[in-house]
């Protein structure tokens, strides 16, 4: 089972830039973030379609934390930027890391989680709360792009899952 923790606000508002995939020629950290939370959901569709298909036998999920109060802001975009003081002004907003745990721990545990879904926060904006099969970002299901990501993946990996 592949399970990859998303933040959903950044992945759904991401695209994937493939002309400057890994941040070379602009490096804009939330951007960069939300490209690669993007890029998660988008392979682990891509996986369950390659698995279904190739009869793998392995089943593939997306999840996200909602919003969690780790330093992950702090320490990425800076405590002066406006992530970095919404996280201190309005904490009251970020659910304990323990919280954003759940839909990864539901979506690989729970033998009611389906394969090729995505799991989230059921509160608030789906930012906070318990675990519930959501909708994906649209970006998310582009089949062409997710292909795209794959092959790319491979590429620079060397992986190969022939």
């Given at each position: 089972?592949?399970?990859?923790?998303?933040?959903?606000l950044?992945?759904?508002i991401?695209?994937?830039?493939?002309d400057d995939?890994r941040?070379?020629?602009?490096?804009?950290?939330?951007?960069?973030?939300?490209q690669s939370k993007?890029?998660c959901i988008?392979?682990a569709?891509e996986?369950?379609?390659?698995?279904?298909?190739?009869?793998?036998?392995?089943?593939?999920?997306a999840?996200?934390?909602?919003?969690?109060?780790?330093?992950l802001?702090?320490?990425?975009?800076?405590?002066?930027?406006?992530?970095g003081?919404?996280?201190r002004?309005?904490?009251?907003?970020?659910q304990?890391?323990s919280?954003?745990?759940?839909p990864t721990?539901?979506?690989?545990?729970d033998?009611m989680?389906?394969d090729?879904?995505?799991?989230?926060?059921?509160g608030?904006?789906r930012?906070?709360?318990?675990p519930?099969?959501?909708t994906?970002?649209?970006?998310a299901l582009?089949?062409?792009a997710?292909?795209?990501?794959w092959?790319?993946?491979?590429?620079?990996t060397g992986?190969?899952?022939a």
């Amino acid at each position: 089972m592949h399970i990859i923790g998303i933040w959903t606000l950044l992945g759904s508002i991401a695209a994937i830039d493939f002309d400057d995939l890994r941040a070379e020629r602009s490096y804009k950290p939330m951007r960069v973030y939300g490209q690669s939370k993007l890029a998660c959901i988008m392979f682990a569709f891509e996986m369950s379609r390659r698995s279904k298909a190739a009869g793998w036998g392995v089943q593939n999920l997306a999840a996200h934390p909602g919003i969690t109060r780790t330093n992950l802001i702090v320490n990425g975009s800076g405590r002066s930027s406006l992530p970095g003081m919404l996280r201190r002004f309005l904490s009251f907003l970020f659910q304990p890391a323990s919280q954003g745990a759940l839909p990864t721990l539901y979506a690989g545990t729970d033998p009611m989680a389906r394969d090729g879904a995505y799991y989230g926060p059921d509160g608030m904006g789906r930012m906070r709360g318990y675990p519930v099969e959501e909708t994906p970002p649209r970006q998310a299901l582009n089949s062409g792009a997710a292909a795209r990501l794959w092959d790319i993946s491979l590429e620079i990996t060397g992986a190969n899952f022939a």
